[in-house]
């Protein structure tokens, strides 16, 4: 049975963007905040159907140069993603198209639209006493989490991609970690389509490997 499992999970996968470079150029910066020559990022979190297109789309995180006066540009972003975004669909783990949860931060800044760092963008803290040799503390690994209608975490397997850096190879036992944290950290917030019914989902979560004891024993804060 372990080995079916197993099998099974590697079809496991988080909606992906296709041709992100299309949705927000630098065309589509606000025309006011080029005057008032102001920078901005904002944290869009997308629900993906399983056709590959938006479901819904909000705004979860914004940061901004000094001196910016204007409201943060989500309607807009949220405007271009809806018109403009496609998406190879998240797959649960028989391979199948299910609704997924990207998230990615946009950036409107005067130099360069695309190449902007955007801020680090970590779901789960886990606590360990120590990490295998070569692997620095704070080390992060992303998982693709399967989370059914009610919120219940299900199949769980490494993500293609890892931060910070898509070359590092990081232990399997990391990524193992990161989704029996998870499976054992309760429901996860439930996602609903247009209709408001909610629907199980396959979401990226990165997961960030701190050398320590925990603060406090706390529920992980993740979407």
Sequence with gaps: MPVLLAALALGLAAPDLIHGERVVTADDYPSRMTQALQSAMV???VVVNP????????????VHGPGFAEKPP????????????RFEPARDAEGQPVYGVYRTWISYTIDNLTNAKSPDQVDLDVYVAGLPAGIADRAR?????????DGTPGACMAAPRTQPLATEILP??????ACKT???????AVITDKAGVPVATTRRLVARF???????PTKPAVP
């Design 43 to 45: 944290n869009m979190e």
């Design 51 to 62: 056709a590959g297109l938006t479901e819904s789309c909000r705004m979860i995180g914004f």
């Design 74 to 85: 989500a309607a807009v972003t949220c405007a271009l993603i809806k018109r403009r975004a």
């Design 141 to 149: 690994v992303a998982v693709a989490q399967f989370v059914a209608a």
């Design 172 to 177: 399997p036992p990391l990524a193992r970690a």
């Design 182 to 188: 998870l499976a054992g950290s309760g429901k996860l």
């Design 210 to 216: 701190i050398v320590g004891q925990s603060p406090a």
